[in-house]
């Protein structure tokens, strides 16, 4: 199961639970991306990941109330219940995207988040297999043919 999570720089410290490729020594296949801030993330990347083949991905901020940037955590939890609908607009179950809030030193609690939301997705259906579209070149060259 390929999952990539995005967490805060301010938030659950990693240290120890990636192995030197990025990945959760617990949770192999379970991609780490560090980034500033929970609100510097946009949803796209969230939605792109899915689209690139992972079967999750999740971002994970400062506990409410308490994001060093003041409302970063607020932003992204705003965006993700966007995602939500924009994804189920687009038939990608939304159960795919997650959004965690977890201290510095929680980092217990996030891989227990974080083992939740891999179970939920093996819960899930496949999702199904976009159809491949000729290039539009091909599709000319065949006509020309």
Known sequence: MKVIGFVCD?????EGLVDG??????????HI????????MRPD????????GADGAFVTGCPYGD??????NYLMRDRME???????????DPGRVAMFAHGLHD?????AEVGAFLRRLESLPQPAARPVRPAVGAAAGEAAE
């Open 82 to 92: 966007q995602l939500a609908r924009r994804l189920q607009r687009r038939r990608v």
């Open 10 to 14: 301010w938030a659950v410290s990693t």
């Open 45 to 52: 990347w969230l939605e792109q990941s899915l689209r690139a």
């Open 21 to 30: 490729r990025g990945e959760l020594k617990a949770y192999p296949g379970v």
């Open 67 to 72: 994001c060093l940037n003041r409302e970063g």
């Open 107 to 111: 980092q217990q609690a996030f891989l």
């Open 33 to 40: 991306v560090r980034i500033p801030c929970s609100g510097f």
